[in-house]
């Protein structure tokens, strides 16, 4: 069950008339949180047909006019790839329909993690990513919590990098926890976790991670004071989940009494739900839509950005500042 936004009544969204040339499409990877968007902007998703022909080929035709139309194309990137290639698909088809403007609205980047060569050999696939997207077609890209920030510089094009913060932070403010830590589940996580402990007045806590080889997370090191206080363990997505059950063990012997969880991509590759349900370390996760989950879990919490990009995307059309939507304390 997905919670209310806590973004209701941020701004009046359905005030005035909505200029008919913009229209918002949905690509297959996540239709649910593309119609929440498009209710919350106001709009009817504009009529696309997608499908795959026998030998797996994806096949996309716009079933109305965009000749001169403000697009938006909501489609989040997680694996497979074939949601990345769909999406590359609807930017060309929209390029050769005259669309005047195409926004990519990515809530969920895929590929980010892949943002250097740290080994040999190895594809920069992040910059691949950003290049293809320009090459299709994309003249702009939204897109929420990349992995790494600095991500923006990949790009050639504009690209607005919106904060979950904004709608996460307020449902954590509502949790009656009481000697509040936030700590980060490894030390790229630190600036993050320090907005969430300045907002939520709680002491900053890092834990010290070695990861000895892909998706296999060893952790070390506790750095701070967890006796005894509730934590909030902050991250930007959970993959496998070892990470953040090592994490919530480890704090757990070290003193902690509750440990809650807050990340903005529910990856949750193999089993990693399994691994949070069965981990009594921990009470609660909360989640955003930018992934569909695979399944509802009991541990797991919802909150929609379905106001945020509906925000955003009204905005740019009316080429409005949407500074105020980076919501995260630095």
Not at 97 to 116: E, H, L, N
Not at 159 to 168: G, I, K, N, P, T
Request: include cysteine.
């Amino acid at each position: 069950m997905i919670e209310s936004s806590p973004l209701a009544g941020l701004h009046p969204l359905h005030e005035g008339i909505v200029p008919a040339e913009i229209k918002i499409v949905a690509g297959r990877s996540h239709p649910e949180l593309a119609a929440r968007v498009a209710r919350a902007a106001g709009l009817e998703l504009a009529n696309v047909t997608i499908r795959n022909f026998s030998d797996g080929e994806i096949w996309v035709k716009y079933e109305e006019n965009i000749r001169g139309v403000d697009l938006f194309i909501i489609q989040s990137t997680y694996a497979p790839a074939e949601n990345l290639m769909e999406l590359l698909i609807l930017i060309d088809a929209a390029r050769r329909a005259s669309a005047s403007r195409i926004t990519a609205v990515i809530p969920y980047f895929g590929y980010a993690r892949q943002d250097r060569k740290d080994q040999p050999r190895v594809s920069i696939t992040a910059k691949l990513v950003a290049n293809v997207l320009t090459v299709a077609g994309a003249d702009r890209v939204i897109t929420i919590d990349l992995h790494t920030p600095q991500l923006q510089g990949f790009f050639d094009i504009p690209l607005d990098h919106l904060y979950a913060s904004r709608v996460l932070l307020p449902v954590l403010e509502q949790e009656q926890l009481d000697r509040l830590a936030v700590a980060a589940p490894d030390v790229g996580g630190a600036k993050t976790a320090r907005a969430y402990a300045k907002r939520l007045h709680a002491d900053l806590v890092l834990v010290d991670k070695r990861r000895p080889a892909p998706n296999v997370s060893e952790i070390m090191t506790v750095i701070g004071d967890v006796e005894g206080k509730d934590v909030i363990i902050v991250d930007d997505l959970i993959d496998t989940g070892g990470t953040f059950v090592s994490c919530a063990r480890t704090l757990k012997s070290h003193g902690a009494r509750t440990i809650v969880g807050s990340c903005t991509h529910p990856v949750f590759s193999g089993h990693a739900l399994e691994a949070i349900e069965e981990c009594e370390d921990i009470e609660r996760v909360y989640v955003t839509d930018t992934i569909p989950l695979r399944r509802p879990s009991p541990k797991i919490r919802v909150v929609s950005v379905a106001e945020l990009l509906a925000e955003a995307i009204l905005r740019t059309h009316r080429n409005e500042s949407i500074s105020s939507l980076f919501d995260i304390i630095r």
